[in-house]
């Protein structure tokens, strides 16, 4: 008996929860709108399953319970119902799985005039690379990396030549502008995390991979590490700053090129050695 | 009175194995610790398993008690935290549910529900459950080892779970793989036990589709198992050369902290494939033995035949079949090719219908049914909750485009600790409290174990329903502290502190059960054979607890389907499996 | 990716057959009786408990050789993937091991017409074979060690001492059971029907090895390169 009401207490509880819950999803700052909707049909069609077993059961339990005298009865199966509760089941499946196909299918197509940017990940820390006068980033590998070059640029690439570095993990984006972000790892897993943009995807060492997404609201957000890299892990962190076009020209024009920086480490050397 | 759609020319299987067929024991030793009977080992496995378990559930409030009061406890630091996590994650996950649902209830039910006198290959049974022992024992000893035990998280992905920035890079790696590669060599011996005495052993009149869906289930696992577990062995062997000799399987070109490593090539991909492919399937080894115990729990209680029994049977099957083709729903945002992304989604959307039927039938059960409720039942009506709600967070995760959002947070954390943590648990404490009459001869107590359900079930909802939220929000998992974060409020730290405290109490709690455990053995009132007036064969035993052998002189004759409760007409509200037909009566 | 897949939906394949054949499409679980159908093809025996368990294991294996072979040519993809040479002797070890599977299917034959001295014969040449076929294999390693191939300095020479050992551990094993059999051969009067079942276990087990190991060594040759290729097309 009493397992029928805490179980009507339990759903009653759940749905009080989640609708006083100051526990929400952030407010969204790219284009992925639709992820928030499918999440939210998703949310409508389980809960109203979880909703509708759960007070069934409860129902079952408080009706058919053991009274003296009680038979239960001798159904061992009815195909009927069966196959009407699996072609329901199937059909909310399938409203769950469709749009999110569909959207899935956007994430992975990136707009034809994304702006191309890169993060690199490293045992703690975040850094990025955006493309010059150019627009084209140079080619990189683990085995360039020395103390004048973190991120392992090729020397030798003339498209790197003019690649902007930024080393301070804040990275500037434009509103409004759909961006490409191509991930680098150079040591272990990281995973490029921005709750508000609610797209994420991992760093893998030896691969470049990627995911898109459009700034659609100027503010600071905060990257996380998403994938446990260690026990810096939670340490890793950079800033995000969403800005108006004319905001983050200013901004990228402050920042230094590959070609510029390796130059001023070499001065700095000579300066040091002549010293 | 018998099936006439069925040939009747060929011969039936002998009703009685000839004693020369069995070992038996001849020293306490040979008859309590070196045993070969399948119920010994089947103790020996769940008393080791809930030993390692109550390890892992200590170590779970290390975890909880560093994320509601970060840096305010001493001893926990960031090393001992990621430590911890990894512990808990692979001791519950394979030496704790793995082997007490295959090594414990396997080997305990098998035998007896099938109307076998033993498994099959006693021997190999036998050597299957001290490999066990060897594999956790060398586990736990990473404590004592320089650096401790590894905290690469339980999925031990490389190339990170192998270098410096992790704690236990040392020794504690290695002592995992080794362990991991011992528990693989010694389940493969019991999987073929359980797999061969079912296909093998089965009593006269047992056909596949007279067996109780404890054992379906069970098999189902076994088979499962078999094939996934290569996966692991694969991973482990490779990561381990990786780790000792230097070779590049999994680790590609890095500099580690300034410093260039001598690898080159390696695909970290690799490992997560071979991993998962392991991994998913693991949750259904789990969860398949769990489903078939719950099946007859709510069956026997409610005093009626489990509803679509055949349905039950191919859900099992046909989950079976596809939780080997979803793996890839964990790695929807690992970097593999995102096409990947679409077939995963609809095959881990596909197999959440035979879930859902299992749902709905178990539900449909208790539609006029005449309901006991008994501490098992309750516990298995705990078990239909948390799995419900488990399971519809999985659409969640295994629909690409939503999991995108929510991966690597703490909703990750709580739906399957929901689903594949506290349900199945809520199963194993259900299944104790019922076949307990039968391995021991008493009754538990009722009142101590209906405390302890109540405490549990509502305990561990508790816990890990408000979890899902912090995940909503954005809270990633793994974190040793959160930190100054623009986008967690200030309540989501009282969120977890309340939740710590729950957990807290609920593990507290379990010091209910231990008590009603032991206190049980000896003053437990008397059960008698069939306290419950269950049908299926184990409660029709001779002797209760079973003796070396079980059946006695004759081996039972199978006449009926274990679920022949309430068959009108019949004068008790259950049929034993192997009561003859009397003529004339009315026949289910 | 496409050599599990294979080898997965040839297990499930087999597995649901044989389910369908045992009748969970059908309901008879609700008549009652003494035997309901029990069925199996023209009467013939049913396969021992031996014979059931090894199939199994044999099914273990093959997933274990399968997810071996799946890395091996995903990892082959990467650009610094460089195959050793193939030591010459592994010529003269299949024949070796292709020789051992022989005597022991000649064990077999002879163990059904129950003539005991001639298995005693087979399964010594087969066990003899078979331990110089893994002198054969330590022979290959060491050539490839003396030319500086090592595990650490290229992925596919790990794979190649990998994949030979792993199947060098289990002929070992099979080495085994064949060292019992051959035991009890020797201290038995005639040839009883569990001998002849040993004899029969170990011959599959055999064949089993020898076939993993021409797939294996056609892979290291690079014969199979053609069937990487139509995979990577397949996933790509």
Same mark, same amino acid.
């Given at each position: 008996?009493?397992? &029928?009401? !805490?179980?009507?207490?339990?759903?009653?509880?759940?749905?009080?929860?989640?609708?006083?819950?100051?526990?929400?999803?952030?407010?969204? !700052?790219?284009?992925?709108?639709?992820?928030?909707?499918?999440?939210?049909?998703?949310?409508?069609?389980?809960? @109203?399953?979880?909703?509708?077993?759960?007070?069934?059961?409860?129902?079952?339990?408080?009706?058919?319970?053991?009274?003296?005298?009680?038979?239960?009865?001798?159904?061992?199966?009815?195909?009927?119902?069966?196959?009407?509760?699996?072609?329901?089941?199937?059909? @909310?499946?399938?409203?769950?799985?469709?749009?999110?196909?569909?959207?899935?299918?956007?994430?992975?197509?990136?707009?034809? /005039?994304?702006?191309?940017?890169? !993060?690199?990940?490293?045992?703690?820390?975040?850094?990025?690379?955006? *493309?010059?006068?150019?627009?084209?980033?140079?080619?990189?590998?683990?085995?360039?990396? /020395?103390?004048?070059?973190?991120?392992?640029?090729?020397?030798?690439?003339?498209?790197?030549?003019?690649?902007?570095?930024?080393?301070?993990?804040?990275?500037?984006? *434009?509103?409004?502008? *759909?961006?490409?972000?191509?991930?680098?790892?150079?040591?272990?897993?990281? /995973?490029?995390?921005?709750?508000?943009?609610? !797209?994420?995807?991992?760093?893998?060492?030896?691969?470049?991979?990627?995911?898109?997404?459009?700034?659609?609201?100027?503010?600071?957000?905060?990257?996380?590490?998403? &994938?446990?890299?260690?026990?810096?892990?939670?340490?890793?962190?950079?800033?995000?700053?969403?800005?108006?076009? &004319?905001?983050?020209?200013?901004?990228?024009?402050?920042?230094?090129?590959?070609?510029?920086?390796?130059?001023? /480490?070499?001065?700095?050397?000579?300066? &040091?050695?002549?010293? | 009175?018998?099936?006439?759609?069925?040939?009747?020319?060929?011969?039936?299987?002998?009703?009685?194995?000839?004693?020369?067929?069995?070992?038996? #024991?001849?020293?306490?030793?040979?008859?309590?610790?070196?045993?070969?009977?399948?119920?010994?080992?089947?103790?020996?496995?769940?008393?080791?398993?809930?030993?390692?378990?109550?390890?892992?559930?200590?170590?779970?409030?290390?975890?909880?008690?560093?994320?509601?009061?970060?840096?305010?406890?001493?001893?926990?630091?960031?090393?001992?935290?990621?430590?911890?996590?990894?512990?808990?994650?692979?001791?519950?996950?394979? =030496?704790?549910?793995?082997?007490?649902?295959?090594?414990?209830?396997?080997?305990?039910?098998?035998?007896?529900?099938?109307?076998?006198? +033993?498994?099959?290959?006693?021997?190999?049974?036998?050597?299957?459950?001290?490999?066990?022992?060897?594999?956790?024992?060398?586990?736990?000893?990473?404590?004592?080892?320089?650096?401790?035990?590894?905290?690469?998280?339980?999925?031990?992905?490389?190339?990170?779970?192998?270098?410096?920035?992790?704690?236990?890079?040392?020794?504690?790696?290695?002592?995992?793989?080794?362990?991991?590669?011992?528990?693989?060599?010694?389940?493969?011996?019991?999987?073929?036990?359980?797999?061969?005495?079912?296909?093998?052993?089965?009593?006269?009149?047992?056909?596949?589709?007279?067996?109780?869906?404890?054992?379906?289930?069970?098999?189902?696992?076994?088979?499962? #198992?078999?094939?996934?577990?290569?996966?692991?062995?694969?991973?482990?062997?490779?990561?381990?050369?990786?780790?000792?000799?230097?070779?590049?399987?999994?680790?590609?070109?890095?500099?580690?902290?300034?410093?260039?490593? +001598?690898?080159? %090539?390696?695909?970290?991909?690799?490992?997560?494939?071979?991993?998962?492919?392991?991994?998913?399937?693991?949750?259904?080894?789990?969860?398949?033995?769990?489903?078939?115990?719950?099946?007859?729990?709510?069956?026997?209680?409610?005093?009626?035949?489990?509803?679509?029994?055949?349905?039950?049977?191919?859900?099992?099957?046909?989950?079976?079949?596809?939780?080997?083709?979803?793996?890839?729903?964990?790695?929807?945002?690992?970097?593999? +090719?995102?096409?990947?992304?679409?077939?995963?989604?609809?095959?881990?959307?596909?197999?959440?219908?035979?879930?859902?039927?299992?749902?709905?039938?178990?539900?449909?059960?208790?539609?006029?049914?005449?309901?006991?409720?008994?501490?098992?039942?309750?516990?298995?009506?705990?078990?239909?909750?948390?799995?419900?709600? %488990?399971?519809?967070?999985?659409? =969640?995760?295994?629909?690409?485009?939503?999991?995108?959002?929510?991966?690597?947070?703490?909703?990750?954390?709580?739906?399957?600790?929901?689903?594949?943590?506290?349900?199945?648990?809520?199963?194993?404490?259900?299944?104790? =409290?019922?076949?307990?009459?039968?391995?021991?001869?008493?009754?538990?107590?009722?009142?101590?174990?209906?405390?302890?359900?109540?405490?549990?079930?509502?305990?561990?909802? #508790?816990?890990?329903?408000?979890?899902?939220?912090?995940?909503?929000?954005?809270?990633?998992?793994?974190?040793?502290?959160?930190?100054?974060?623009?986008?967690?409020?200030?309540?989501?730290?009282?969120?977890?502190?309340?939740?710590?405290?729950?957990?807290?109490?609920?593990?507290?709690?379990?010091?209910?059960?231990?008590?009603?455990?032991?206190?049980?053995?000896?003053?437990? #009132?008397?059960?008698?054979?069939?306290?419950?007036?269950?049908?299926?064969?184990?409660?029709?035993?001779?002797?209760?607890?079973?003796?070396?052998?079980?059946?006695?002189?004759?081996?039972?004759?199978?006449?009926?389907?274990?679920?022949?409760?309430?068959?009108?007409?019949?004068?008790?509200?259950?049929?034993?499996?192997?009561?003859?037909?009397?003529?004339?009566?009315?026949?289910? | 990716?496409?050599?599990?897949?294979?080898?997965?939906?040839?297990?499930?394949?087999?597995?649901?057959?044989?389910?369908?054949?045992?009748?969970?499409?059908?309901?008879? $679980?609700?008549?009652?009786?003494?035997?309901?159908?029990?069925?199996?093809?023209?009467?013939?025996?049913?396969?021992?408990?031996?014979?059931?368990?090894?199939?199994?294991?044999?099914?273990?294996?093959?997933?274990?050789?399968?997810?071996?072979?799946?890395?091996?040519?995903?990892?082959?993809?990467?650009?610094?993937?460089?195959?050793?040479?193939?030591?010459?002797?592994?010529?003269?070890?299949?024949?070796?091991?292709?020789?051992?599977?022989?005597?022991?299917?000649?064990?077999?034959?002879?163990?059904?017409?129950?003539?005991?001295?001639?298995?005693?014969?087979?399964?010594?040449?087969?066990?003899?074979?078979?331990?110089?076929?893994?002198?054969?294999?330590?022979?290959?390693?060491?050539?490839?060690?003396?030319?500086?191939?090592?595990?650490?300095?290229?992925?596919?020479?790990?794979?190649?001492?990998?994949?030979?050992?792993?199947?060098?551990?289990?002929?070992?094993?099979?080495?085994?059971?064949?060292?019992?059999?051959?035991?009890?051969?020797?201290?038995?009067?005639?040839?009883?029907?569990?001998?002849?079942?040993?004899?029969?276990?170990?011959?599959?087990? $055999?064949?089993?090895?020898?076939?993993?190991?021409?797939?294996?060594?056609?892979?290291?040759?690079?014969?199979?390169?053609?069937?990487?290729?139509?995979?990577?097309?397949?996933?790509?």
């Amino acid at each position: 008996m009493s397992i &029928a009401i !805490a179980m009507v207490l339990v759903v009653a509880g759940s749905i009080l929860f989640h609708v006083l819950s100051p526990w929400r999803a952030t407010p969204i !700052a790219s284009n992925w709108g639709f992820i928030d909707d499918t999440m939210g049909l998703t949310f409508l069609v389980t809960g @109203a399953g979880f909703v509708a077993v759960i007070l069934f059961m409860a129902y079952c339990l408080y009706r058919f319970r053991h009274v003296p005298g009680r038979r239960a009865a001798y159904e061992p199966e009815n195909q009927k119902l069966e196959a009407w509760l699996g072609i329901v089941t199937t059909i @909310a499946v399938i409203i769950l799985l469709a749009p999110g196909l569909l959207v899935w299918g956007q994430f992975i197509t990136v707009p034809k /005039d994304a702006m191309v940017i890169e !993060a690199v990940g490293v045992q703690w820390s975040w850094s990025f690379r955006l *493309p010059g006068a150019d627009n084209q980033l140079g080619s990189s590998d683990v085995r360039y990396i /020395d103390t004048t070059n973190s991120m392992g640029l090729s020397p030798a690439d003339p498209k790197g030549q003019d690649d902007l570095l930024i080393a301070s993990s804040e990275l500037h984006l *434009p509103i409004g502008k *759909p961006v490409k972000v191509l991930l680098r790892s150079i040591d272990v897993l990281h /995973d490029f995390y921005v709750p508000e943009i609610r !797209a994420k995807m991992d760093l893998v060492p030896g691969v470049v991979t990627y995911f898109w997404f459009t700034p659609t609201k100027i503010g600071e957000y905060e990257i996380l590490c998403a &994938a446990y890299c260690g026990t810096g892990h939670p340490q890793m962190r950079g800033k995000m700053v969403i800005e108006s076009e &004319a905001d983050f020209e200013t901004w990228r024009t402050a920042q230094q090129t590959f070609e510029q920086s390796r130059k001023s /480490d070499a001065s700095r050397d000579k300066r &040091a050695s002549a010293q | 009175m018998t099936d006439a759609s069925v040939p009747q020319n060929v011969a039936p299987p002998p009703a009685e194995v000839p004693d020369v067929d069995l070992y038996h #024991a001849h020293s306490w030793i040979t008859k309590y610790v070196f045993s070969q009977d399948a119920k010994v080992i089947a103790i020996q496995y769940a008393g080791t398993a809930i030993t390692v378990g109550i390890l892992a559930l200590v170590l779970s409030w290390v975890i909880r008690l560093q994320l509601a009061f970060p840096g305010a406890i001493p001893f926990i630091d960031a090393n001992v935290y990621y430590q911890s996590v990894t512990m808990h994650g692979m001791i519950m996950v394979v =030496y704790m549910l793995t082997a007490i649902f295959l090594g414990g209830f396997g080997n305990y039910l098998i035998p007896l529900m099938v109307g076998a006198r +033993d498994m099959v290959f006693p021997y190999v049974n036998m050597l299957s459950y001290w490999v066990y022992l060897i594999a956790t024992l060398v586990l736990v000893s990473s404590y004592f080892f320089p650096g401790g035990p590894t905290g690469a998280g339980w999925t031990l992905y490389p190339p990170q779970s192998i270098l410096t920035g992790t704690p236990g890079h040392e020794y504690g790696i290695i002592l995992m793989l080794v362990s991991l590669i011992l528990f693989i060599v010694g389940f493969t011996m019991g999987g073929l036990n359980y797999v061969v005495t079912v296909l093998q052993a089965r009593t006269r009149g047992m056909t596949l589709m007279r067996m109780p869906l404890t054992v379906w289930g069970i098999f189902s696992a076994a088979v499962m #198992a078999l094939l996934a577990f290569p996966g692991l062995f694969v991973a482990c062997v490779m990561l381990l050369l990786d780790r000792t000799l230097g070779t590049s399987f999994f680790m590609p070109s890095l500099v580690e902290l300034g410093e260039r490593k +001598d690898y080159v %090539g390696g695909s970290p991909i690799l490992f997560q494939h071979l991993f998962w492919f392991f991994g998913h399937p693991e949750v259904y080894i789990v969860a398949l033995p769990a489903f078939g115990i719950v099946s007859d729990l709510i069956s026997v209680h409610a005093r009626k035949n489990i509803f679509g029994y055949r349905m039950m049977v191919w859900a099992i099957i046909a989950i079976g079949v596809l939780s080997m083709v979803v793996w890839g729903h964990h790695m929807y945002i690992s970097g593999m +090719d995102p096409w990947f992304g679409f077939f995963f989604a609809v095959t881990t959307l596909a197999i959440a219908v035979p879930t859902a039927l299992k749902v709905y039938n178990w539900v449909l059960t208790l539609w006029h049914a005449d309901i006991h409720f008994t501490t098992p039942m309750l516990f298995a009506l705990g078990f239909l909750v948390t799995f419900v709600n %488990g399971g519809i967070t999985g659409l =969640y995760l295994g629909n690409v485009i939503v999991d995108v959002p929510l991966s690597a947070t703490l909703f990750v954390v709580a739906h399957f600790h929901m689903v594949m943590g506290i349900a199945p648990v809520l199963v194993i404490f259900g299944a104790i =409290y019922h076949w307990y009459p039968k391995i021991t001869g008493r009754m538990m107590d009722e009142r101590l174990g209906k405390i302890h359900f109540w405490i549990t079930f509502l305990g561990a909802y #508790a816990i890990f329903f408000p979890m899902h939220y912090l995940g909503v929000l954005g809270m990633p998992r793994r974190f040793y502290e959160m930190g100054e974060t623009a986008f967690v409020p200030a309540s989501a730290a009282t969120l977890n502190i309340v939740i710590t405290v729950i957990a807290l109490a609920v593990g507290f709690a379990q010091s209910i059960f231990f008590y009603n455990l032991f206190k049980s053995l000896k003053y437990g #009132a008397p059960a008698g054979g069939n306290p419950w007036r269950a049908a299926s064969l184990e409660w029709q035993t001779p002797e209760t607890p079973p003796g070396h052998g079980n059946w006695g002189k004759h081996l039972p004759v199978v006449y009926r389907w274990p679920y022949a409760y309430s068959v009108p007409g019949a004068p008790e509200d259950y049929l034993p499996q192997n009561a003859p037909p009397v003529r004339g009566e009315r026949s289910p | 990716m496409s050599v599990m897949g294979l080898f997965f939906i040839f297990i499930a394949t087999v597995a649901i057959m044989w389910l369908v054949r045992q009748g969970v499409m059908e309901s008879p $679980w609700l008549e009652e009786g003494e035997v309901a159908h029990y069925r199996r093809a023209g009467g013939a025996e049913p396969p021992t408990a031996g014979r059931v368990g090894l199939a199994v294991f044999l099914a273990v294996a093959g997933c274990l050789f399968s997810l071996l072979a799946a890395a091996f040519f995903m990892r082959g993809d990467a650009p610094d993937w460089q195959m050793p040479p193939i030591p010459g002797v592994l010529w003269v070890n299949t024949f070796l091991l292709a020789a051992s599977s022989v005597a022991l299917q000649v064990a077999v034959f002879a163990a059904r017409r129950a003539d005991a001295e001639r298995v005693k014969t087979a399964l010594l040449v087969g066990a003899v074979t078979a331990a110089l076929f893994l002198i054969g294999q330590i022979w290959a390693w060491r050539e490839l060690l003396e030319l500086r191939f090592f595990a650490s300095s290229n992925a596919a020479n790990a794979f190649f001492y990998l994949l030979t050992g792993v199947h060098a551990l289990h002929l070992i094993g099979g080495l085994v059971a064949l060292a019992r059999t051959t035991d009890k051969v020797r201290g038995a009067e005639r040839v009883t029907k569990a001998l002849t079942t040993s004899v029969e276990l170990c011959a599959i087990y $055999w064949h089993f090895l020898l076939f993993v190991w021409l797939l294996m060594f056609a892979m290291l040759i690079g014969w199979a390169d053609g069937f990487g290729a139509i995979c990577r097309r397949l996933l790509s």
